[in-house]
């Protein structure tokens, strides 16, 4: 069992800067590969980034390359998201998630074993 508790969410305009927590408790975190993914109002569910259990590899939504970094401490149990240059369209609820057995490029939110609660990033134009 792991238990996600992300922070770090807010306001901010565009072409800002925010950097989203993810600590994570319960079950040994060095072994999950974990993602970031983010819902905006009447959309689906959409993945963003994920991060091998080493932190070694990464994958990215293209939309967030060069943007973003998915980022992760395994001795802090906590994974990262640092968004820059933030447009309005990442305005979202974002959400960080565990996943046991799957590969990096696993972008299917229903394949992920744990979530967090959410946080929200509203970006103002």
């Known amino acids: 069992q792991v238990q996600l508790v992300e922070s770090g969410g807010g306001l901010v305009q565009t072409g800002g800067s925010l950097r989203l927590s993810c600590a994570a408790s319960g079950s040994i975190f060095s072994s999950y590969t974990m993602g970031w993914f983010r819902q905006a109002p009447g959309k689906e569910r959409e993945f963003v980034a994920t991060?091998?259990?080493?932190?070694?590899?990464?994958y990215y939504l293209d939309s967030v390359k060069g943007r973003f970094t998915i980022s992760r401490d395994n001795a802090k149990n906590t994974m990262y998201l640092q968004m820059n240059s933030l447009k309005p369209e990442d305005t979202a609820v974002y959400y960080c998630?565990?996943?046991?057995?799957?590969?990096?490029?696993?972008?299917?939110?229903?394949?992920?074993?744990?979530w967090g609660q959410g946080t929200q990033v509203t970006v103002s134009s």
């Open positions: 991060i091998s259990w080493s932190g070694s590899a990464t």
């Open positions: 998630a565990a996943n046991r057995y799957g590969s990096l490029q696993e972008v299917r939110a229903a394949v992920y074993d744990y």
